[in-house]
């Protein structure tokens, strides 16, 4: 069972990226997902979420109208769309299988995590 993320880098502020979430050794189209980011020196945080029946999306505020979150069921992917990116999207962002409501992505013990991939916004 493993989440790869991918798709990180380095980019100058106004930019794009698209992260991409691929599973293995599961269904991710069988369960809600979401991206968690964490700065230096932060606490990890929600960033979005899909619900896994209805594709119903959660975003946090610092965020909406520039992120796009998403999956390809015939993939097994989870993205997320990054656009007009600022220095304070700066973070490694982690894909993980979650509970999406309201209130955003809740992860519990039995969830899957994906390996972390480094985003830079900096000119």
């Known amino acids: 069972v493993q989440l790869q993320a991918s798709g990180g880098g380095l980019v100058q502020p106004g930019g794009s990226l698209r992260l991409s979430c691929v599973a293995s050794?599961?269904?991710?189209?069988?369960?809600?997902a979401g991206w968690f980011r964490q700065a230096p020196g932060k606490e990890r945080e929600g960033v979005s979420c899909?619900?896994?029946?209805?594709?119903?999306?959660y975003y946090v505020d610092s965020v909406k109208g520039r992120f796009t979150i998403s999956r390809d069921r015939s993939k097994n992917t989870l993205y997320l769309q990054m656009d007009s990116l600022k220095p304070e999207d700066t973070a490694v962002y982690y894909c993980?299988?979650?509970?999406?409501?309201?209130?955003?992505?809740?992860?519990?013990?039995?969830?899957?995590w994906g390996n972390g991939t480094l985003v830079t916004v900096s000119s």
């Open positions: 993980a299988t979650a509970f999406c409501g309201r209130l955003g992505p809740s992860p519990t013990s039995l969830d899957y």
């Open positions: 899909i619900s896994s029946s209805d594709d119903n999306t």
């Open positions: 050794g599961f269904t991710l189209n069988y369960y809600a």
